[in-house]
């Protein structure tokens, strides 16, 4: 049963997550070479601990996983976008899913509180700084709805 959020993972949490994961699938033929950070609530929402880990996982003494495959997913939670593009060197993957707010609010409900003229604007803005960034856009194609 689904109980919502009840609070963050501390950064320790996260990185023995990885370094659990490392270990038991060490025997397997292709290790780990990608961290992705999705499906644990936004990861935005615990943006200072998010970035520590993503910190502690591309440094030599940590796990060292190259900035390039080090992943975090977002929907959109514009204020939290800034410090991650300011202070973050992983790749950022935004959830678009609609090309217009109305479709995007219906789809997203974060849209109705960042839409996609602020996303878009505060990702141009803080990018012009970063020419190495990597942002990938996600588009989920839904039947009927946004195709």
């Known amino acids: 049963m689904l109980t919502g959020l009840k609070r963050n993972l ?3 949490e996260i990185v023995e997550h990885a370094v659990l ?8 033929v292709v290790p780990i070479s990608n961290v992705v950070f999705m499906g644990m609530g936004k990861p935005l929402h ?11 996982l ?13 992943t975090v997913y977002t929907s959109g939670l514009v204020p939290q976008l800034k410090p991650f593009l300011r202070e ?6 935004v959830s678009l899913n609609a090309t217009t707010d109305e479709v995007r609010s219906w789809i997203m409900p974060i849209n109705r509180k960042f839409n996609l003229n602020l ?3 505060t990702l ?10 990597k942002v ?3 588009y989920v194609m839904l039947a009927g709805v946004n195709d």
């Open 10 to 12: 501390s950064t320790s």
């Open 21 to 28: 994961a490392r270990k038991l699938l060490s025997t397997e």
């Open 46 to 56: 615990n943006i200072e601990n998010v970035i520590k880990v993503a910190d502690i």
């Open 58 to 70: 591309v440094d030599e003494q940590g796990l060292h996983f190259s900035p390039r495959k080090v």
């Open 88 to 93: 973050s060197n992983c790749a950022l993957v």
């Open 119 to 121: 996303l878009l604007g």
């Open 124 to 133: 141009r803005e803080d990018l012009q700084s970063k020419h190495k960034y």
């Open 136 to 138: 990938l856009f996600e």
